[in-house]
């Protein structure tokens, strides 16, 4: 990653399906599960060195679909 990026991570509950995504593009399917649930998701930021993180818990996302998705549930 690079200065400026922007990094997301989706679930998708219908699929159990675990994504990440880089400057609103997905990167696709990181984990899915065939039966059952993920279980417990908690979120996490690492980084290596000084770094400044910021964060963005609630839409818009860079990322549409997931805008889209957290918006219907409200």
Do not use: H, M
């Amino acid at each position: 990653c690079g200065v400026g990026d922007t990094i997301g991570c989706g679930y998708v509950p219908s699929t159990c399906e675990l994504f990440f995504t880089k400057n609103g593009q997905n990167l696709g399917v990181a984990q899915k599960r065939t039966s059952g649930r993920l279980g417990n998701l908690f979120p996490s930021v690492g980084v290596v060195g000084g770094a400044v993180v910021k964060t963005a818990w609630s839409p818009p996302f860079l990322y549409v679909d997931a805008s889209v998705a957290i918006s219907a549930l409200y």
